[in-house]
């Protein structure tokens, strides 16, 4: 009797680890290990322009609360907000002055509670934005340290003397424009800033400034956020040797990026972060990391990296000609196109990558990637299948999942955007004319993406009931909500499909990525494979109909098309469709 137990037993213990290898070989080592933020749609939100409650004509902490369910609707489980901490909003909120307190334009410290509350009840996360290369000039910080040479803020700042004939330390152009160096009379010397001159960079260098940033992040965590996107992260280190760079435009200045971005010795800073920070949470934190190459993307975010994503610039920099003027571009090839994707799709493999095509700082990405004469719904239902089965976490800009496009605005005097002003500048000095230096900006400048949200058609696109701070784009009648939420064809429902894709279907999520026609100039076409399905996604992204037949079509089942019906072997002009694939 005792044997027969033990034999049964022993049976029993052999089927259940039988089971597990069984079931560990079919899900396969990703799926196993995915972490929440890997499995998620990120929503960003910019909250001057989101949604405003109180009528003072900007968007507030209450009014993103208010669209909670909106945003669920979409499968978002996370939302990350750009700093709503106090500022003297110079560049809007990325002129922190108190990192503890509330920008009363937004709300309240409550008001942020109850958004943490209300949206954790539907499962989504808050995510911060900490800006730590730079404070406001009117943080109490800088205050004391520009105050004299004598105070305990002495060196919090990045302070040096002039030159002997009293100018700047060195050549370097701020990214704002002019020199990177402001002159502070009480102390008798220059501070310098990477942005603008009322955006002084911290000094990383001490240890009391690091722990005073690690001492907000941590403030935030315990508030309850779920992660944090980091603001100009490749900038924090500094060269031993600030020396002048070759000169770059008609100012005899040398852009700071390409003296400072991704500084040896940077990653120290950040493993510091990460230990003092995020280690013993399950928070999730994304660079931006501009000027990282794809070949440190594994020390950055691998397995003993820094952050879980970082964000690159290179596609979205596809057509200037040295990353940074908006008067240098270039008209680029669907090719170039999908081989910075494919880059980062495949040469990463240890890597998880999120995905964005906008964000508050780049023009609306139908303008932005696309033909000026393209059908503007259908190429952004193009775009956005790209977005939402490519591997990586997508981000969601606010009015992206709607079809929002550029503002055109007639004059420069129209533009709030800081580097609008300074790029129309350059643009002039350069050798443009008026019309063609406004049409610089018109392309690229920061208020595209910030115009508003369109919610229906009321007044201000239901944004606001007092007066916008900036203006409200004209085609708020055709796209906005209220209209698309009504509309089974529109971008916004082609989102909700593709969220729900995402969830039915996991190999867009944990699949590998294998690309096929590579070279074709029309076609877009990519295999997302798990060890479950194989998801065939194919995009024509060209305004004409392209003849298409997929590899086995007798075993290739259609599971959506942006058309919304099938047309068979033709695509027509931007369709995108998925497919499953039987093995
Ligand atoms: C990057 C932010 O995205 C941008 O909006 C801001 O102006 C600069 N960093 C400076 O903080």
Redesign the pocket.
């Given at each position: 009797m005792k044997l027969r137990k033990c034999i049964a037993i022993l049976l029993c213990i052999t089927v259940i680890i039988g089971f597990c290898a069984c079931s560990k070989g079919q899900t396969g080592k990703n799926e196993q290990q995915l972490k929440w933020w890997q499995n998620t749609i990120v929503y960003e939100a910019y909250p001057s322009s989101f949604k405003d409650t109180d009528g003072n004509g900007y968007g507030d902490i209450p009014g993103i609360t208010s669209e909670l369910d909106y945003l669920a609707s979409l499968g978002v489980g996370a939302i990350w907000i750009?700093p709503i901490f106090a500022s003297p909003m110079k560049?809007?909120g990325?002129?922190v002055a108190d990192y503890y307190s509330i920008n009363p334009l937004y709300g309240t410290m409550e008001d942020v509670e109850t958004l943490i509350e209300e949206a954790d009840k539907r499962n989504i996360k808050i995510v911060m934005d900490l800006?730590f290369?730079?404070t406001s000039d009117e943080s109490e910080w800088f205050k004391e340290s520009s105050s004299d040479r004598n105070n305990d803020k002495n060196d919090w700042y990045i302070w040096a003397d002039a030159r002997e004939d009293g100018s700047a330390p060195n050549n370097w152009r701020g990214?704002?424009g002019g020199s990177a160096w402001t002159w502070c009379e009480a102390r008798q010397q220059y501070y310098l800033h990477?942005?603008a001159d009322f955006?002084p960079d911290l000094n990383w260098e001490n240890p009391d400034v690091r722990n005073s940033l690690f001492d907000i992040a941590n403030f935030w965590i315990d508030k309850g956020v779920g992660g944090f996107r980091v603001?100009?992260v490749t900038y924090i280190k500094k060269p031993d040797l600030m020396i002048d760079g070759v000169a770059d435009g008609t100012d005899g200045l040398s852009g700071i990026h390409n003296m400072t971005a991704n500084t040896e010795g940077i990653l120290d800073f950040l493993h510091e972060f990460k230990e003092k920070v995020q280690d013993g949470t399950d928070i999730f934190v994304v660079g931006?990391a501009n000027g990282v190459p794809n070949e440190q993307l594994e020390d950055w975010c691998g397995e003993n990296g820094v952050f879980d994503m970082i964000f690159s610039f290179d596609l979205v920099n596809i057509q200037f000609v040295n990353g940074e003027y908006w008067y240098k571009t270039r008209d680029f090839k669907l090719s170039e196109f999908k081989k910075i994707i494919h880059v980062f799709q495949q040469g990463t493999d240890d890597v998880w990558v999120p995905l964005f095509f906008e964000?508050?700082?780049q023009p609306r990405s139908i303008n932005h990637f696309l033909p000026d004469c393209t059908d503007k719904i259908n190429g952004a239902k193009a775009l956005a299948t790209l977005l939402m089965t490519l591997r990586g976490t997508p981000f969601i800009y606010q009015g992206e999942e709607i079809g929002m496009t550029n503002v055109n605005r007639d004059t420069i005097e129209e533009y709030n955007d800081?580097?609008s002003h300074n790029q129309y500048k350059m643009a002039l000095e350069n050798g443009l004319d008026r019309e063609e230096a406004l049409q610089c900006v018109r392309d690229y400048s920061?208020d595209n993406a910030r115009s508003p949200m369109q919610w229906d058609m009321t007044a201000n696109s239901g944004f606001t009931r007092g007066r916008a701070w900036l203006a409200v784009a004209d085609n708020y009648l055709a796209v906005n909500v209220g209209s698309e939420d009504n509309d089974p064809n529109s971008v916004l429902n082609w989102y909700r499909q593709l969220s729900e894709l995402r969830k039915e279907h996991p190999a867009l999520i944990d699949g590998s990525f294998n690309e096929l026609r590579e070279d074709s100039e029309e076609l877009f076409m990519y295999i997302r494979e798990n060890k479950k399905e194989k998801i065939l996604v194919v995009i024509n992204f060209t305004g004409k109909q392209v003849d298409f037949i997929p590899d086995n079509p007798g075993s290739t089942e259609l599971l959506i098309s942006s058309y919304g019906d099938d047309s068979g072997d033709i695509l027509r002009p931007y369709e995108a469709r998925c497919y499953r694939q039987q093995y």
């Open positions: 750009t560049d809007n990325y002129d800006v290369n730079h990214i704002f990477t942005f955006q603001d100009a931006e964000n508050h700082d800081i580097s920061r």
